[in-house]
Nanobody, 130 residues
């Protein structure tokens, strides 16, 4: 497993921005073990949902949930083994605990199949007020 630590959560008003970061470390933190990394979120009383995923290989393909397209941007810094999520135009419905996740291969059920990700961070809270 890859050790993942998130940071950057907080409270903002609707329309504001936040930037989340995820640092990967440990013996298995290289790209080989975390080819697909990204962000999931879970709001109270709701199921976990995928937000944004990036392929850390050559293409750098990205995948976004429809609810965040055009507002969120996922990026990576392979040299530092970090992942970021720039969140703009935040809405109250974006309020949730955000988790960083990583997996070595293509998730069986698609990029937002959380059950295919063996490595998870502890989460960082994002709260957006109206």
């Amino acid at each position: 497993q890859v050790l993942l630590v998130e940071s950057g959560g907080g409270s903002v008003q609707a329309g504001g921005s936040l930037r989340l970061s995820c640092a990967a470390s440990g013996a298995a933190s290289g790209n080989r073990y975390s080819k697909y990394m990204g962000w999931f979120r879970q709001a109270p009383g709701k199921e976990r949902e995928g937000v944004a995923i990036i392929y850390r290989g050559g293409s750098g393909s990205t995948y976004y949930a429809d609810s965040v397209k055009g507002r969120f941007t996922i990026s990576q810094n392979n040299g530092e083994n970090t992942l970021s999520l720039q969140m703009n135009s935040l809405k109250p419905e974006d309020t949730a605990m955000y988790y960083c996740a990583a997996t070595a291969g293509w998730p069986a059920g698609g990029p937002f199949d959380g059950t295919s990700y063996p490595s998870w961070g502890q989460g960082t809270q994002v709260s957006v007020s109206a």
